[in-house]
């Protein structure tokens, strides 16, 4: 498939998904698409006169379309030599804004899936291998975690080694995961940034989860 082709899908494509969001009508569309058609037909220079032979719409209608499309910055003309041409480029970096924006919009609704997937199915792993339901504070603690970009696997594993030494304290989960990180970035870095910060932030997490538990009973 050629890049030509890639692109008039792209274009074609995104137009007709995010023409409303433009402000733009199902009339300037038409317009917009007969413009693409005879540029890439080597007509440089697109007037309304030269659109009326191939639509339907009366030469005064294109006229206040082009206007239209010229004061919202869809289209411009540009000098290139001697010759004036039409260009649909500000309208295709218009287009192209709105596909990034929605590109990210769709990329962070997928990272937050994944942290709510991560942190829900270590609540479950949690629960099961102590055998009780986990305090609102221990939630905390564990959201806390992930949100510091530690991984399902680490938290597991650390669960694991405290139950090992037959410790079911979050708290003492909590130091083997610092334990873990430090010596990782260590093996990667060469330093950690982890250090009393670390504490203080999950200290402070506690209280929140603690406060807000003690104002509901």
């Not at 594993?157 to 139950?163: P, R, T």
Request: glycine fraction near 2%; proline fraction near 1%.
């Amino acid at each position: 498939m050629s890049n030509k082709f890639i692109y008039a899908i792209n274009f074609e494509y995104s137009l007709m998904e995010f023409y409303k969001k433009l402000s733009l009508t199902e009339k300037d569309i038409a317009v917009i698409f007969m413009i693409k058609h005879l540029l890439e037909q080597k007509n440089n220079l697109i007037t309304a006169d030269l659109l009326s032979i191939k639509m339907n719409l009366s030469i005064t209608e294109i006229d206040n379309i082009l206007v239209s499309l010229l004061t919202r910055k869809y289209i411009e003309y540009k000098q290139v030599g001697k010759t004036l041409s039409t260009s649909l480029q500000p309208l295709e970096e218009k287009l192209s804004e709105l596909i990034q924006i929605e590109s990210n919009k769709s990329n962070s609704k997928e990272f937050d899936e994944e942290i709510k997937n991560a942190t829900q199915n270590i609540y479950q792993v949690f629960e099961k291998e102590l055998g009780r339901s986990l305090s609102p504070v221990e939630y905390s603690l564990i959201d806390e975690w992930v949100n510091n970009g530690i991984s399902q696997e680490m938290c597991i594993d650390a669960l694991h080694e405290a139950l090992s030494k037959n410790n079911k304290s979050l708290k003492y989960v909590d130091k083997i995961i610092m334990k873990w990180q430090t010596r990782d970035d260590i093996e990667k870095e060469g330093h950690s940034a982890i250090n009393e910060n670390w504490n203080k932030n999950i200290n402070k997490t506690i209280d929140i989860a603690r406060k807000k538990w003690n104002e509901h009973k």
